[in-house]
């Protein structure tokens, strides 16, 4: 199965996913995933909402990059930050997996958390383009809809985690959760609704 094909399944069958995922090349897919991810953000999120010279409502963390070029710089600084974002929520789970007497591959794991990245980001991206276009949102309403969306990433790493690692469903479902809790402070600091 190709990198392609297996992407689209995991929106069609979660656990063929996983079943097909784990003789994948670990952890090269996963980057491959998280960083297309992370690029499609910078093109097709915040390179066009700078273009229409959109300004974030919430000022800029960053002292040296002002608010109103905050969008410009997201189209360089969002794809660093997602993939450490990647990285670290894939580490905690690794070491949670570890200290627990689990079974862990962080390799695996990079290419679960990757794959996943990737599914989420692409429905999420599309989701935001659409009330890009279509105003009569605010970044609220959008905030809140990418936590229902994120549902489906705890569902989707909960089965290939199980399925890749035998790691039981109820960890699963804590360490998603707990991918989930990390990513949300450095989504805070960095990253910008689009609205």
Do not use: C
């Not at 010279?53 to 660093?80: C, D, K, M, Q, W």
């Amino acid at each position: 199965m190709s990198y392609m094909q297996l992407l689209f399944m995991v929106y069609r069958n979660p656990a063929q996913f996983a079943d097909e995922l784990k003789s994948k090349p670990a952890p090269r897919w996963g980057f491959a995933a998280a960083l297309q991810r992370a690029l499609m953000d910078s093109l097709f999120i915040y390179l066009p909402v700078y273009f229409l010279g959109r300004i974030p409502h919430t000022a800029s963390n960053l002292s040296f990059i002002s608010t109103e070029n905050y969008y410009g710089a997201l189209v360089i600084i969002a794809p660093p930050v997602l993939l450490t974002i990647w990285l670290t929520s894939s580490s905690v789970i690794h070491l949670i997996l570890k200290l627990s007497g689990k079974k862990s591959d962080f390799d695996q794991i990079l290419n679960i958390n990757g794959f996943t990245a990737l599914a989420i980001g692409s429905v999420i991206i599309v989701w935001d383009l659409f009330w890009i276009i279509a105003g009569g949102v605010d970044q609220y309403f959008l905030g809140i809809s990418h936590l229902v969306i994120d549902i489906w990433s705890v569902v989707i790493t909960t089965i290939a985690l199980n399925r890749i690692l035998g790691t039981p469903v109820w960890l699963g479902v804590v360490l998603s959760f707990v991918g989930l809790a990390i990513s949300l402070p450095f989504a805070v600091m960095f990253m910008r609704s689009p609205l």
